[in-house]
């Protein structure tokens, strides 16, 4: 199983790009990298996916280097309601999610 | 609108009492599963369902069982309630493919006293 490992915390501001690392150097090659994002307590939401190829979509970009150790979650500019706890997951086995303890990302004004 | 839902979303209980969490989805997932989150800990799962009368343990099952008679519910039940159980419950769900989105519930908050 893919152990994925964050920082625990970092700050980023207002309207500035939001860069949010994250290795997976462990990842077998049919793994795909997930992110999530729960804010307060409320359940996780999903934010992207990917395997090998980069993706974007209307809320974020997902770079994944080429030797699929690490990838970086972006969140092009980032506004006070992106303040949440960011979780990079990969799936494994017959299809779950593991979930490490995730990033708690600040947005400063 | 298709959606997840658990009930309730707040229960308070006494150790060695059973309590049963309920967990409804109506996109017609194959997967469902539930995770306790703890401060320090994330999200850990605790079982989980690939389809009708299929249930298996996750990493954290002692102490917890679901059973799953139809698509859109899986109920989580604690036989004996411990305090080591207060935990935020989440249940999720998705499809079933390797690329499928999971979808969670909005949590349910259990104290055990």
């Known amino acids: 199983d893919a152990k994925t490992t964050q920082p625990p915390s970092m700050d980023c501001a207002e309207g500035r790009a939001a860069n949010l690392p994250c290795n997976h150097s462990t990842i077998s090659g049919n793994e795909y990298v997930y992110w999530y994002r729960q804010i307060h307590s409320q359940g996780p939401q999903y934010i992207i996916h990917?395997?090998?190829n980069n993706e974007t979509n209307e809320m974020a970009s997902l770079i994944i280097t080429e030797d699929r150790k690490s990838s970086t979650l972006i969140l092009p500019h980032a506004t006070l309601r992106d303040t949440a706890v960011y979780y990079c997951?990969?799936?494994?086995?017959?299809?779950?999610?593991?979930f490490g303890k995730g990033n708690q990302v600040v947005v400063i004004p | 609108d298709a959606e997840i839902t658990q009930s309730p979303r707040h229960k308070i209980t006494e150790t060695g009492r059973q309590v049963t969490l309920a967990c409804h989805q109506t996109w017609n997932h194959n997967n469902m599963f539930w995770y306790r989150q703890d401060l320090g800990h994330g999200l850990r799962l605790i079982h989980y369902?690939?389809?009708?009368?299929?249930?298996n343990k996750g990493e954290v099952s002692d102490g917890y069982s679901v059973s799953r008679s139809n698509t859109e519910d899986l109920p989580l039940t604690l036989e004996s309630a411990a305090s080591s159980q207060t935990s935020v419950y989440f249940c999720a769900s998705r499809p079933g493919g390797r690329t499928d989105t999971q979808y969670f519930g909005p949590g349910t908050r259990l104290t055990v006293l």
């Open positions: 369902s690939y389809g009708v009368h299929d249930t």
């Open positions: 997951s990969t799936l494994y086995g017959n299809n779950r999610l593991a």
């Open positions: 990917g395997l090998k």
